[in-house]
């Protein structure tokens, strides 16, 4: 089990939710960190949350833009290891009223935008590194209707993980595939209801609450520190693809 004591850690989507608790978790590790976001502001409010004793920088990048991840991962130069855990809010018609062009800013977001991160990050990842990306429980429990687009997309991770870890070996590629977590994403998806919602899938739940982002975190941690870990996607759901 490696350390990640003096590392170098690039979080693409660490300004918020699960990003900000795996930037938290590693920064308690010892790592150093880049967070790569979007927005400029919410960068600067999560640096200001994860401390200001220079071990967090912060990057303006969007996934959609190639240009910006080039320049992005040219400026952070070598690294131990990336964590991607940048998402879009998910299409979510049913099959019969789907809209092509929201399904392809969504793959284009979500799936791409990672292909484009791994294609960026592989020129300056160590020997050794690894990458980490985000599926989902939809690729389990798909909603239905109106989950077909975001449930194909989340499996996809997995299978481009296993294809991946074999292409970049000795670096190590994995997927975290979280269930319902309690982020900001939760609160633009399903607004005032979010909390009706989360009590009745706490109750059915074998851990019996809806995780936290440092819930989740620990999956990331694992993935990074497990170096007999790759090809894997590591489910931290509380039991939610068991009901």
Known sequence: MASLM????????????????????ALAHGAELVIVGRSQDKLLKAQHILGTDGRVKTVTADMTHEGEIATAFAGIGAFDHLVSTAGALPPGSPIGETDADETRLFI???????????????????????????????????PVPGGAVVSAVAGSFSYFARALALELAPSRVNIVSPGWVDTPMFDELVGDAKAGYFEAMAARLPIGRIASP????????HAMES?????ETLHIDGGQRLI
């Open 108 to 142: 284009d977001s979500k799936f791409v935008g990672a292909v484009l991160l791994a294609k960026h990050a592989a020129r300056r990842l160590n020997r050794g590194g690894s990458m980490t990306f985000t599926s989902g429980i939809n690729k389990d429990k798909p």
């Open 214 to 221: 440092a819930d989740i975190a620990s999956a990331y941690i």
């Open 227 to 231: 170096d007999f870990t790759t090809g």
């Open 6 to 25: 003096g590392t170098k850690i690039v979080v693409v989507g660490g300004s918020s939710g699960i990003g900000l608790g795996v930037a938290a978790a």
